[in-house]
Every structure is written in C-alpha cells, then in structure tokens.
C-alpha cells in the first residue's frame, strides 16, 4: 500500500506516453525571474536555497509551467516546429509557518502542429486548434486512468470539466480551470503572447497543468462488467 502513489504516479506517465507525448525532466530548482514572468508570487511563499549554485537556479519551482513553457521555446529556437511534451513532477511552497509544501503535479505542453493529418500540415496551427488538442488530450488521459464520466443531461461527458478563467500567463479569454470529482485540481491555456515573446514564440503554445493525485485517484479501480 505504501508504494500506490508511486505506482500511480508512474501509471499518469504511462499513460500520457501512450498518448503520444515526449516526458521531459527539470531540475527542482528555477530561477526568480522565470517563476515571476508566469505569476506574481508571494515572496513568503517561495522556498528558496541558502547556497544557490547558480542564478537560475535560486528557488523551488512552485509550479511546472514556466518550466514547461520554457523547454518549449528552447525546442523552437532549434528548429523544433512541433512538440507535444509532458513532465510529472514535485512543486514547492511554504506555508505560513515557513515550512516547505510539496505536491505532486503533472504539466503538458503543446507547440505547433500536433494531431494534425499529414496532408493538413502546411497550414499555421490555430490557438483553438491547439487548445482544442490540450483538452483532448487530457480527457483522454483521464479515460485512460479511469476516472468515472459525469452526466450533462442526456450527453456523457469525461470527467475533467473546464471552466473559463483568468490566468496571469494565459491569454485574455483563452485560460481554463480543471475540476475533477468536484475539486479544482489544475489550469490550461494559451500562452499570453506577452510572455511568448521570451522565446520569440510565434505559434500557439497550449499548456496545463494538473494535480497528480486526482488524476490517478481511480487508476487502481477493478472494471467491473455490466450487461
């Protein structure tokens, strides 16, 4: 019992992987400017090192996305046109007391042309194609981890529901909470154009991020058979 969150942790990356995404890994440890770019941040909730071996790599990371958005341009500036990464991994916060919070979360990024048929790959890829293909890819990522579907009258939906929201990275009108089972548990959007620019990112770039243990909360449920 005490290795299941491992085991599911591992599982929500299995799963991903089978849906086409590349796994990344960062380290735990990004700088002050790339964390303040994505979010104003309280500085009493930053965890930050004593003896920093670098400059960009003084704080632990509250959240994957600078991280992710930041991968993603380092694969543009590379020629890279198209990408469709994921990163499980831990976040960092303190508490009130001045502890150190940990969490485990998982983050997707998308670039470029990904889902696209290859007679349908000269076009520029669109910001609601792009996110269309985010949101897809995490309700088929939820199926596959089991989550149960919730009804909306007579349609079934999967079970992540998004909601429209304010995201300080995202561009106006395009950010998104993630609930599941009731509870927010994550974000999506479109990288703000503002903050793209870092990277000199000119296609849509879709990102979310997410809550592991939600995620993978029915991954080691038994299908049971129906008539």
């Known amino acids: ?16 992987a089978a849906l086409g995404l590349t796994e990344i890994l960062n380290y735990s440890f990004t700088s002050d400017r790339l964390i ?18 670098s400059a960009e790599q003084t704080v632990l990371r509250p959240s994957l996305i600078p991280q ?7 694969n543009r500036a590379r020629q890279r046109e198209d990408a469709a990464l994921f990163e499980a991994g831990r976040v960092f916060r303190l508490d009130p007391a001045g502890a150190v919070v940990e969490s485990d979360r998982v983050a997707i990024g998308l670039m470029g042309r990904i889902g696209r048929e290859p007679m349908a790959m000269r ?17 088929q990522a939820a199926r596959a981890l089991r989550l149960p579907s919730r009804r909306f009258g007579r349609l079934t939906l999967p079970a992540p529901a998004f909601e429209a929201a304010d995201l300080p990275w995202a561009e106006p009108g395009t950010g998104a909470r993630i609930r599941i089972d009731g509870a927010w548990c994550g974000v999506a959007g479109l ?11 000119a296609d849509p770039v879709a990102l979310a991020e997410l809550e592991t243990t ?4 029915h991954v080691f449920d038994t299908p049971v058979a129906a008539p």
């Open 1 to 16: 019992a005490s290795d299941q969150p491992v085991l599911a942790r591992l599982e929500v990356s299995r799963r991903l």
């Open 214 to 217: 939600p995620l993978a909360a």
């Open 191 to 201: 990288l703000a154009e503002s903050v793209a620019r870092e990277w000199r990112l």
């Open 36 to 53: 303040r770019l994505f979010a104003p941040v309280a500085e009493s909730e930053l965890a930050r090192l004593p003896n920093p071996i």
């Open 123 to 139: 076009a520029p890829a669109r910001g609601e194609e792009t996110f269309a293909w985010l949101k897809g890819i995490v309700e």
């Open 68 to 74: 992710m958005a930041e991968c993603l341009g380092r």
